[in-house]
């Protein structure tokens, strides 16, 4: 690797944290009921499409944080033991809303699909 390909590599990185940042400082500015990391991702939706492609540093730097996505989880394990005792005392109900929420998730992805289908008349035909 170049020094000018770590330093692309690097301006990519400072990119999707800029994204990030200016996404929750507009959530926390605006009190929006949304997530500043979904508003951080619809800025650089925003921006990849008005560039219309991806660049390959930025291509490879996504790349490669998906490839390594399973570190991403360490600090919710690292919090779930943390804070086991309230995670027991209450498991019932963080069980009851885990299969919950998947259970309406499938469906919803589901029906979503069944809708797009009949929209794009790409349904198959239900009938004998």
């Not at 009190?31 to 560039?51: E, N, Q, R, S, Y």
Request: proline content about 6%; overall charge positive.
């Amino acid at each position: 690797m170049t020094a000018r390909d770590a330093f692309l590599y690097a301006l990519s990185f400072l990119l999707l944290v800029a994204c990030n940042l200016a996404g929750g400082l507009i959530a926390t500015a605006l009190h929006l009921p949304v997530p500043g990391t979904v508003i951080g991702i619809l800025i650089l939706l925003a921006g990849l499409a008005a560039h219309g492609r991806v660049p390959q540093p930025i291509r490879r730097m996504a790349e490669f944080l998906l490839y390594h996505l399973n570190l991403f989880y360490i600090p919710a394990g690292v919090g779930v033991m943390a804070y086991v005792a309230l995670v027991r005392q209450d498991l019932l109900p963080i069980v009851a809303a885990l299969i919950g929420g998947t259970c309406l998730a499938l469906v919803a992805g589901a029906l979503a699909f069944h809708w797009t289908a009949k929209l794009t008349g790409n349904a198959p035909d239900d009938r004998p």
